[in-house]
């Protein structure tokens, strides 16, 4: 049996290698150099200015969701996510508890507003293993 001139068993094995090939792309645990990027990217902020020690609200922010989203969708720990942003771990959980008071209470709508959009981005990219629901 012929399709516009390919044979029906040609197009099967064909959509069969770019369905592997897709699959193949598909990554099982997010990284946390992938959160810290797609962070940056929606709140346009730099790498350079995500890693700085500053500390003012446009980059506190991003750095707090990062954290968010690393305990939520990783195994690493409040310590790995602190090495990997040069944090201590404490300052890891704080980041993550304000978020989640920002979330439950829906305070400072404008910081929390790409919150969603971030966790579709990422959730888009990766089929992650572990997402964390539970709070720290």
């Known amino acids: 049996m012929e399709f516009n001139g390919f044979s029906l068993v040609n197009l099967l ?4 290698k770019i369905t592997q090939n897709m699959l193949a792309e598909i990554r099982t645990e997010i990284s946390l150099t992938c959160i ?10 730099t790498d350079i200015s995500f890693f700085s020690s500053l500390s003012i609200r446009d980059i506190v922010i991003p750095r707090q969701v990062y954290c968010y989203f690393s305990k939520k969708m990783t195994d690493k720990t409040l310590a790995e996510i602190g090495d990997f942003i040069g944090k201590d ?4 959980l704080y980041s993550i508890k304000s978020i989640n008071k920002l979330i439950e209470n829906k305070q400072n709508l404008d ?3 790409l919150i969603p959009e971030i966790e579709r981005d ?12 539970n709070k720290p």
């Open 13 to 16: 094995k064909t959509n069969r």
């Open 89 to 92: 771990h404490s300052t890891v």
């Open 36 to 45: 810290q990027k797609v962070v940056c990217h929606w709140y346009n902020i």
């Open 122 to 133: 990422l959730k888009s990219r990766y089929k992650h293993k572990i997402i964390r629901q």
């Open 111 to 113: 910081d929390i507003a």
